[in-house]
Structure formats: C-alpha cells, structure tokens
C-alpha cells in the first residue's frame, strides 16, 4: 500500500525494512507522504486517525507499528 | 480590543487576557511571561542579529518579541537544517537556544520601550534566489505594519478569534497571518502542530470551547488533501481559510470550501514582496491586487510597488509571468527556475549543483514533470563504471543522493524520480527537449514500458538502448511472486516496441525466429538492448553486467493498407 499511494518507482517490498523508520532518514518520506497514507488508510481500512497524543502518527513510524495498526483498526 | 500595530507593542497593551484555551495556545498573558523570561535571557548577551529557529509559536513570539523590545534583530532561517543554520553563523551574533534554561525570570528589568521607531530593521528573512544560494530579505517595522494593517482591512481579527495555523512561521505568510497579525488584534494562535487533518479537527474544537471562533492559516497541500472521514460540520465553524505558498488547484479550493464550510482566501506573495493578490476561487479565478499594491503589465512581465517592499517607490520585477489586467490577472508560472513543491520554492539549479559535487556524478539535470504530485525528477550524467545495474545499488544510490540533498533543502522539494544515464539525451539540436524528458519518465506513466535512459545511434542500421526494468512494471506482478521476472513476450514485445520509435514503422509481425532466454530479466536491473535493421525485420539482444539474457530475430511483412483508406476507394 505504501508504494502504491506513493508512486514510491524505486523501492520495492523487500527495501522496506519492518523496524525501520519510513519518514525522514529511513525510506525518506515526507510530511505530504504522510498526509496522503492517512487518507490512504481510510480509503482502504476504513481506518480513522484521531487526533489523540503522539499515537496518531507514531503508527507511521515504521512498517512494523503500521501493520500494527492496520490490523487492530482496520473496519474493511 | 482593537487593532495595534507592532510599532506600538500590542503584546504590551494594559490587562492581557488569560483564556480558557489549552497551554499549546498562545494567549497574550502567556505571551508576555514569556517575552520577559527570554529578555531574561537576553540580558548581558551580544546585541546585533540573533538566529531564531522555533517550532512552538508560544516560545517563537516570546523569544521574537524579546528580541525586538531589546533592539535586536530576529534572523529566521528557513528551515533548520544544519547546512542551513552553518550558513548563517557568520552574519549572526548567536542563536537562541531551542529551550530557556532558566524558564523563568524574577529579577527587575528594564521597561519595554514604549515604541519602536517604525524604520527599524526587525527581521531578516530567507529565501532561494535564482542562484540557488539563499538571499537575505531584511524586513522594517513599517514594512510588516503596512502589510498587516492590509490585513486587518481585508480579514479583520478580534479577541474573539483563534488563529490556528498549519504552516511554519519561519516563513513571511506564517508569520504575518498566523502570529503578528492575531497579536496586532489580541486573538490567540496555535502553531505548525496543526500540520495534520485530526489535529486541526481538535484545535477547532478546542477554540470553540473557549468561545472562540477558528480560522485557519494553511496551504496547499494541506488544502488539496482535506479528508472527507472528518465530520467538518460538526466542529465549531472556521470563519476563514487562507492558502499560499502556491496557486491552488480549482477543484481543491471548491472542494475545501464546500467541506470546512468557510470561504478560502488565497494570498498570492513572495518572501521578497510581501503579499501582492488574493482571490477566492469560488467566486473568481482570477487574482486581485491587494490595497496599496500597485502592478504593472508589461507582456507576460509583472512589476510592482507597494509598501510592503524594502523600497516602496521603487517598481520591483516579479519574475512570474501574468497575462489580464492588475485588476482581473492570471499567473502564468516562473520565468526562472525556480519551483514550487508542497508550497516550498526550491531552486533547480540549486538541486544541480548540490547533486554534481557528489563524486560520482558528472552532471545533473533537474525538471519539474507537471505530474500532480508535483515531484520532480532528476537526470544523472554518470561515468559508465558508476552507473547502477542492479536494484540495491540503485536503491542506494538514491538513497545517497536524498541524503546529500536532505542537508541543504526542504524534505518534500527533494526530487523523487531518478535517471541515471551515461550521456543526457538531445535532439538534433543537441537540447534535452520535453519530449525526451517525457520518455525518460515515461515508465511512471505507463506501467507497461521500460525505462528508457538514452539511444547510440550506431549507424543507420543499428543502435544500442540504455534500458532499466521498472520495479513498478505491472508485467512482474502474477508471474512468480517470490522471483519477479519480465516475461518473454514482453521482452519481444519491448524490442519491437524500441526499434519502431528508432527505425520508423517495420510493419506487421510476421514472427520470431532463434528466441533465446539465456537469463532471466529482474526489477531495477539495468539492460543494453541491441537493435539491427534486418531485410525483413530486426535482430535484437539484451544484455546487462551479467551476459547476455535474451535474443533473436523478429520478421514483419509490409503493412496492410489501413482499412479506413480501402473504404475511401
């Protein structure tokens, strides 16, 4: 999904590492990158992000935490 | 309370108001706790130009207003990166530190001056001049107190409003419209945090809780992106939307209106000029001077004075090409090369030069690609025995590069779409045309091609390919998933493809003889395809570092008269 949104050409699955960070120095994702996951994320999971403390886009830090919130929000 | 301007110290005026808003607002009792705790701070420390960095609007204004009570001149780097802030070191008298080590001061200070001279220079601003090297923009008192009194007339703000702002006040249109200006007027404010949909829903409730009534200081990629899952009508109502940085996308600003349910003000401005138009798209898309700002059109050109400007009197060349009249205009795009990504400019050559003093790289070239993401692409010229040929090295590589880049410029101005090649492609008149650039990129397009990185015309007959296999092609998906390979009829299908768009039309396929698959083609590997012209059709071989994966002859009969014209006859 992420490479999809992002039209990411020259990463494939395998380049994203689970623990590593996708924003900033990791896969270098930006702040617009981040804007469009959410959007992203409602369009496919039905998931919404809520505005509650640092959780809401700590869930992008990494592959890994993610997933992590995909499965435990994911409505569809 | 009414409108004061910064001339006469509006944060000092007698009973600030506590609000019952949360700490991450800015409220002028605050605010004035803060502005002493860093003049605190200040005290027995160098006079001169202080670098001011400060994502929290709450400490950013109080160590601001420190800074001007005390005569001193706050310089706002554009962005705190540390080639950025290195560069300023040297024309600066320090730094104000991103956390006041004593929070708070209780020993008597000098009074606040009672006024300020409005000639004053009380800020120095950044921004990436055609050279691509930042130019400093000093700002007076009388230059922000003319703007922001344009402001009031146009978009007045009371105490009775909260100004919640998503983008940086680093930046002039930030710092106008979503700190000095709610100062000027007593409103309270919020800051950058708001940068995302789910926060900004909770800073509107918030204000609506303490009474207050939001309005928003945003951008276009903000703008653009509004979701749709937030139920923008049950939130306290925003009363105005502002956007600049960048013209938005007509359809954006409608949609944005009709789902935050409050008009969407347009600033069109510059770093250099201050604020020159505005519009709202909903009911016109053509842009209108704003008071005081005086245009003139000469051609496409665009000159102005206003009092916004560092020299008022003087007409100022904006490099921005216009067509329509000063009351009724449209903006054409740049005349330089400078570009806008997610609303922040970024100089191309800039971008060229960084990437060149890369030792690998020989040179670069950087092109806008109009796609709607607004990213740009990048082309590498490269000596041959640096090119990547496999997926991790290119993937490293770009990885290097975004890193070399991520010291100097803004995250989202990076360019996304990479090319290495061993000669920049050109056309018969030696120039990189757009046609060529739209070949380069055409694999982002469409998922079937490859990605064409440059041709060697050998001689009539024959030429050689620069080729890569895109990890995105869609051929890959359902054929092995753990081994994606470009499947053999592709692979014809691409020479074919390729020698048609270098010898012209061949004809019709007529059919394959001595196929070979001598190795498998893989996402990101890097290939030569060898094309010659045969009596009757073609012969071709795709190799990489590897040897030799795939080749044969292909046939083709004289093309069928095309049906249309056997009607006609």
Known sequence: MIIDTLELEDITPDDIEPQAALFGDGLGLDSIDALELGLALQKRYGIKLDAEAEETRSHFASLNALTALVEARRVH | MSFVSLCQLPWRRPAPIASALPAHWTDSARLLERVDAWRGWLEGRPAGRWILCQPDPLEFTGALLALWETGRIAVLPADDRPGTLAGLIGSTDGQIPAQLDVPNHSRALPHAPAAITPTTAALALYTSGSTGQPVEFAKSFAQLDAELAVHHQLWPLTEANGVIAQVSHQHIYGLLAAVLHPLCSGAAFCGEDCHYPERLAERMTEAGLAGLSPVMVSSPPQLARTPEHIDWSALPRLQRVFSSGAPLAQAHAERAESLLGAPVIEIYGSTETGGIAQRRQTVTDAWQALPDVELTFEGEGLALRSPFLAEPEQWWQQPDRVSGTPERFHLLGRDDRLVKIGGKRVSLDRIERLLAEHPRVMSAR?????????????????????????????????????????????????????RFVEALPCNAQGKLDRSLIERLFEDLVDDRKPRWLGTDLLDGRSCSLALEVPERLIFLDGHFDEFPIVPGVVIVQWAVQQAERSFGQLGDFAGCEQLKFQRPLRPGMRLRLDLTQRENGIAFAFHSHEGKHANGRISFRAATVATTEVADD
């Open chain 2, 366 to 418: 950087c092109v806008d690609l109009g796609r709607n993401d607004g990213r740009l692409g990048c082309i590498l010229v490269m000596d041959t025995s640096s090119l990547p040929h496999e997926h991790p090295q290119r993937h490293e590589l770009a990885r290097q590069l975004r890193e070399r880049l991520a010291a100097h410029i803004e995250q989202v101005t990076i360019p996304r779409y990479w």
